[in-house]
């Protein structure tokens, strides 16, 4: 059974940092493209990084470049995403992902799996 925990969320104010972790267990995590998505009320959920299997291959989303780094241990099963400059639209649930595919293509949402989302609020 996959499992993709999330950890390091909360409230911070603009301007501030956050790292996001994402631990993987039960799959062969160093084929796995890992990504972080987010999601506000009313919006869709949108890629915000992903990361290729061997951590060689990253995207961003433009809104983030410059801010947020996404890095992956293979040796610990785990993805990060280290938040920097924080903004107020930052705002949203976080979520992390994971599937046997390229990183690009896992930017289009189309992720094996999915962890439950952890909450990152920016305060003005």
């Known amino acids: 059974q996959v499992q993709l925990v999330e950890s390091g969320g909360g409230l911070v104010q603009a301007g501030g940092s956050l790292r996001l972790s994402c631990a993987a267990s039960?799959?062969?995590?160093?084929?796995?493209?890992m990504g972080w998505f987010r999601q506000v009320p009313g919006k869709g959920r949108e890629s915000v990084a992903a990361?290729?299997?061997?951590?060689?291959?990253?995207y961003y989303a433009d809104s983030v470049k410059g801010r947020f780094t996404i890095s992956r241990d293979n040796a610990k099963v785990t993805v990060y995403l280290q938040m920097n400059s924080l903004k107020p639209e930052d705002t949203a649930v976080y979520y992390c992902?994971?599937?046997?595919?390229?990183?690009?293509?896992?930017?289009?949402?189309?992720?094996?799996?999915w962890g439950q989302g952890i909450q990152v609020t920016v305060s003005s």
């Open positions: 992902a994971a599937g046997p595919m390229t990183a690009a293509t896992l930017t289009r949402g189309e992720a094996n799996y």
């Open positions: 039960g799959l062969t995590f160093s084929i796995n493209a």
């Open positions: 990361i290729s299997g061997t951590g060689l291959t990253t």
